[in-house]
């Protein structure tokens, strides 16, 4: 059966508006440039703001303000999610008549910067590691709260983490989390468990399974910077 041109055309339309209609969740790096306009002329008083993924670069058009510190953002990592789209880059307003550049640019939705990443660690008797940027805490379970009355975690504590150990945890976090077997739950207080939330696209949510080996280590490398 032959495909007529039409219909083969009608077919790649359908696709890309698939492709740009629904919401991409990108890891990448934001870097700044300066404004160059429709004509190639370029003004270092405006700048623009680019996003590089293994999808692509593209353009941000920021109209809702998701992007904070864009004075600093330059050569920051980030998790983006974002709506490819084509159409005017300049202009927000559909009304607006002003001239504007067009071409692919990401709306952008959400937005995890590297260095505000946070997570929640607990373990099975209770006691809670948390990283909320360059702030490391540990909140151990009380004689009253623990599950035998007697037990304590012993003294609260907490840190602000060098710009190298603040990554160092974090990425020693993504791997064991990776590297674990953890399902969805509410929440969980058992001997030789765990519950982990962390920062990601849609919201943090709670995931709980065995305590190994891997988690273990980790425990004790924070441990280690909170008693250093």
Known sequence: MKVSVFHMFLVLVLKSFCYFAQPQDLKGVFYVKNYINRKGV????????????????????????????????????????????????????????????????????????????????????GNAFFLNGDTLSYVPVSKEMSSSGVYSGGEQKTILLSENNRILVTRNFRRTNRSSLLSPCDGIREKGKIAVSYAQLGGDRVYCGSETKQWQRFKKKLNGLLNH
């Open 42 to 125: 370029e003004n270092p008083e405006v700048k623009d703001i680019f996003f590089k993924s293994s999808k692509g670069t593209f353009i941000i058009k920021d109209c809702e303000g998701k992007i904070s510190n864009k004075e600093s953002i330059h050569l920051k990592k980030a998790i983006l999610r974002a709506n490819l789209q084509v159409g005017p880059i300049d202009v927000c307003d559909v009304n607006d008549q002003s001239q504007s550049r067009v071409g692919k640019h990401l709306i952008p939705l959400e937005v995890i910067m590297e260095n505000e990443f946070r997570f929640y660690l607990q373990d099975g008797s």
